[in-house]
């Protein structure tokens, strides 16, 4: 390292734009920040890119890009979400996540105190996942063209073979399954965003799935198809899957999971629930002969206690996607206009 640059202030110290210049400054954020926290073997040779083995199976790879504001939310933050999103994005095809890439666009003057919170953040995630962050980019933007820090990860898995995941399995009578309360996520978000006090703190459900979809496929390896109801919600998804498909689908709003905070907030600020951000469920098809073995294992992991059936593909108005309400009424649920919730993931 050059003599003339002292080793990052990362109590007093911001990002500069002279650390994205590829020169010394850059190297320097690389190895007193970056290779520190994401240590391992392809990393530390410095490539420009990342040799890997992979077990037999298909290759499955995915990518993401993450916006939140704030950056800091209750239940985690932009670093766990850039990598468990991914990691979830992996899941949703069955696959066994192993390799992340990441690239961080910072905007000169972001304090390095929050930097290294974000990247420490990643790091922990990713070792509890099981994954590892192999190879990466760093961009700095002068201050006023960011917001603070903007991250996008690509991800890199293997599905087994006989597992196949995706919308043109689904079938009339498959069950639709949820695996727990929607929209803490959004919430949680927009409570830190605008300040919001409730009675009981909503925290995001941020979480990496594949453990639990591991699980799922342990006892059901014929799952039609699995989705993360991120941004959009769950009313989004199964408009695109009821698009994709070309079959309807049928839900009880009833059935529907919320918790009380959110379904309080919700009232409060004329949201609707069912068009916010989860960050750590899944939505699920599969045929309904599955339902009591699938239920079961579900309930046993501890990010599926809280599973629960909400309805069934139909033949009935193609591509369109129907709420029987509490009150015995039914009525489309159209995709989403507009974004309620910016900056949520």
Known sequence: ???????????HGCIELIHGSGGCASHQLFSELFLPEFTNPNL??????????????????????HVVSPLF?????????????????????????????????????FALAELRLIVRSMAECARRAGVSIVA?????????????????????????????????????????????????????????REHLDFV??????????????????????????????TRGG??????????????????????????????????????DPLYLASEGRLVAFFAPDLTPVLLETMHQHPLGRQAVCIGTVTDVRPGSVALLTAFGGRRLLPWLAGDPLPRIC
């Not at 995941?165 to 929209?183: A, F, K, M, T, Y």
């Not at 995001?204 to 109801?229: G, K």
């Not at 309807?248 to 600020?269: D, H, K, S, T, Y």
């Open 234 to 271: 769950l009313a989004t998804v199964l408009n695109e899957l009821a698009q994709q498909s070309q079959l309807g689908m049928e839900i009880e709003e009833a059935a529907i999971p919320l918790q009380m905070p959110v379904r309080a907030a919700c009232e409060l600020l004329g949201l």
């Open 73 to 109: 939310f209750p239940g985690g933050d932009i670093g766990c979400l850039a990598v468990n999103g991914t990691v979830n994005d992996l899941a949703m095809s069955g696959a066994r996540p192993l390799y992340l890439t990441a690239s961080f666009i910072l905007e000169a003057g």
């Open 44 to 65: 530390a040779l410095a490539h420009d890119s990342a040799v890997l083995s992979l077990p037999p199976g298909r290759v499955v790879l995915a990518t993401d890009a």
């Open 136 to 192: 990466g980019d760093t961009k700095v933007v002068e201050q006023g063209k960011g917001d603070g820090v903007f991250i996008s990860t690509t991800g890199l898995g293997v599905v087994a073979d006989g597992i196949h995941i995706d919308p043109s399995r689904i079938q009339v009578g498959d069950r639709i399954l949820v695996s727990g309360p929607l929209g803490d996520h959004g919430i949680a978000v927009l409570s830190q």
């Open 1 to 11: 390292m050059a003599a003339h640059l002292r080793k990052l202030d990362f109590k």
């Open 200 to 229: 009981a703190e909503v925290v995001s459900d941020c979480a990496p799935l594949h453990e639990l979809v591991a699980a799922m496929l342990q006892v059901a390896p014929a799952l039609h198809c699995l989705r993360d109801p």
